[in-house]
């Protein structure tokens, strides 16, 4: 309901037991990951998100090999967790559980294979007097009184074009981690790094010429299509001074029109050149 009420389009069973008449209870899956260090591009999160679907997806095919029903539940897993007491919402608007504080990937799977059951870790509230998310969002949007979530740079970020001061403030592929990088809560965790292969599949030039099959491949294609990461990396470069020829080559031969408006922007406010419509 709050998602209508503010326009994001979430399309999520609002009432699971009327969405999955067969099934007993909604399973709540949690993948926690170890954050990247702050100043890397690449976000931990969307990778391990994918790692998680697919872990999640043999998960489900275990259980149906056993004749067991399920399937994967589209619901709300936050406002599940939260009116079920798992895990508690930081002022940033994330759910943390537990140890994991708010680094992890959700899923939900609908099946019979068990009766409803919460045994939730013991999480911490927010401290009342913490304001670091508050002092690190770039965008404002965490007031103290909670998030105004059509702020958050994510809220932008759906489709492949994006207002031009997102593309100023990004940081992160697809979107920010600032608030989650600040919070005290998740402190605690060690720091992975992306591997050889990431790397090389989110180098700046290689996705400026469109080749993102692979980098696509590790983070979800549905969240990837129509030259998003090629506009993402031809912003990120030219706020740095780099690639300029790259990116002009981009803006004359792509087919998608996120990359050429975000080409066109990044030369005229970065390189200072007079661009005019192609």
């Given at each position: 309901m709050q998602a209508e009420r503010i326009g994001v389009g979430a399309s999520l069973h609002f009432d699971p037991v009327a969405a999955y008449p067969n099934a007993s209870c909604i399973l709540l899956l949690v993948y926690p990951y170890a954050p990247f260090p702050a100043g890397e591009r690449l976000s931990a999160y969307y990778l391990a998100s994918q790692r998680g679907y697919l872990a999640a997806k043999g998960f489900m095919g275990a259980l149906a090999a056993s004749g067991i029903s399920c399937e994967m539940a589209f619901v709300p897993a936050r406002a599940l967790a939260l009116a079920n007491g798992i895990g508690v919402q930081g002022k940033n608007g994330l759910l943390r559980v537990g140890g994991y504080g708010s680094r992890f990937?959700?899923?939900t799977v609908a099946t019979n294979a068990c009766a409803?059951?919460?045994?939730?870790?013991?999480?911490?509230p927010c401290?009342?007097?913490?304001?670091?998310?508050l002092r690190a969002c770039p965008m404002g949007a965490i007031l103290p009184d909670g998030l105004d979530a059509t702020h958050c740079m994510r809220y932008f970020m759906d489709?492949?074009?994006y207002p031009f001061h997102v593309y100023e403030?990004?940081?992160?592929?697809?979107g920010c981690e600032l608030c989650q990088?600040?919070?005290p809560q998740n402190?605690?965790?060690?720091?992975?790094?992306?591997?050889?292969a990431e790397r090389c599949a989110f180098a700046l030039p290689r996705l400026i010429a469109g080749d993102a099959k692979e980098a696509r491949t590790l983070v979800g294609r549905n969240m990837t299509g129509n030259g998003k990461l090629t506009a993402e990396a031809i912003c990120f470069s030219a706020r740095e001074g780099l690639f300029e020829e790259e990116i002009r080559a981009?803006?004359?031969t792509t087919s998608f029109p996120a990359v050429k408006r975000a080409a066109r922007w990044a030369l005229q406010r970065y390189f200072h050149q007079k661009i005019t419509e192609l």
């Open positions: 990937a959700l899923y409803p059951q919460v045994d939730a870790p013991f999480t911490p401290p009342a007097n913490c304001d670091a998310c489709g492949a074009e403030a990004q940081r992160t592929h697809m990088a600040a919070c402190a605690h965790l060690a720091f992975g790094a992306p591997n050889e981009a803006m004359e």
